[in-house]
């Protein structure tokens, strides 16, 4: 694949279950990144990792969220007892080397907690 | 922490005119400074960025300019044309971390 995939494009939880959002980044970046963006805001940082290296979590909003990625490849971000204002889109983007170098974004994922 | 500043938040020109948006960053540390279109229901893509060891950087109808003493950095789009209708973010990144402004709804009126 040409660009960063995310699955699912939509998801619609009720409130307090547990989601899994996924992301493939472009073939060869070493950097991938989470953000959320809320309906009308700007993007939000949740998570970076580089290579395989411990990522850093500074930017999560609660003990709920967590995010790994395996192989240095594929990540999943993982949000538990999800709550109505987790509702957002779910952004995941990748580059080579790190922050500052050009990121490429995912389509996203729009999460509903209801 | 890093703390980046966008304005306006919502921009209408008419087509052809110049559209200028501005943003400020508090982190003297911060050393390339991205900037994003966003259209309506797509993922954000990157229009051009600037590093700390240059002042200006164009591209065709697009430019941005770095005040590293003032902290703040500004995108110029001249020529504007419909397709230019977009949200646009700015952002700051330093050491393993990036900062996003709140966007900037532009509206080029045919």
């Known amino acids: 694949g040409a660009g960063v995939s995310q699955s699912p494009s939509n998801k619609v939880t009720e409130k307090g279950k547990d989601v899994e959002l996924r992301c493939d980044p472009i073939?060869?970046?070493?950097?991938l990144y989470w953000y959320r963006q809320s309906l009308g805001q700007g993007l939000e940082f949740l998570i970076y990792f580089q290579g395989n290296s411990a990522p850093d979590k500074s930017g999560l909003p609660s003990d709920r969220f967590s995010a790994e990625r395996t192989g240095g490849s594929v990540s999943t971000l993982t949000i538990q007892r999800t709550q109505q204002e987790d509702s957002a889109v779910y952004l995941c983007?990748?580059?080579?080397?790190?922050?500052?170098?050009?990121?490429?974004f995912g389509a996203g994922t729009r999460l509903s907690v209801l | 922490g890093e703390n980046v500043e966008q304005h306006p938040s919502t921009l209408s020109v008419q087509e052809g005119d110049s559209a200028v948006i501005k943003c400020t960053y508090s982190?003297?540390?911060?050393?390339?400074f991205p900037w994003y279109k966003q259209e309506l229901g797509k993922r954000p893509q990157l229009i051009i960025d600037i590093r700390s060891n240059v002042g200006e950087k164009k591209d065709q109808r697009i430019a941005v300019t770095l005040n590293k003493t003032a902290k703040h950095f500004s995108l110029h789009i001249t020529e504007t044309q419909p397709e230019d209708s977009a949200v646009y973010f700015c952002?700051?990144?330093?050491?393993?971390?990036?900062?996003f402004g709140i966007g900037t709804k532009l509206q080029v009126i045919p």
């Open positions: 983007a990748s580059s080579f080397g790190d922050f500052t170098n050009i990121q490429y």
């Open positions: 073939s060869g970046h070493t950097a």
């Open positions: 982190d003297s540390a911060s050393n390339y």
């Open positions: 952002a700051a990144t330093g050491y393993q971390k990036v900062t």
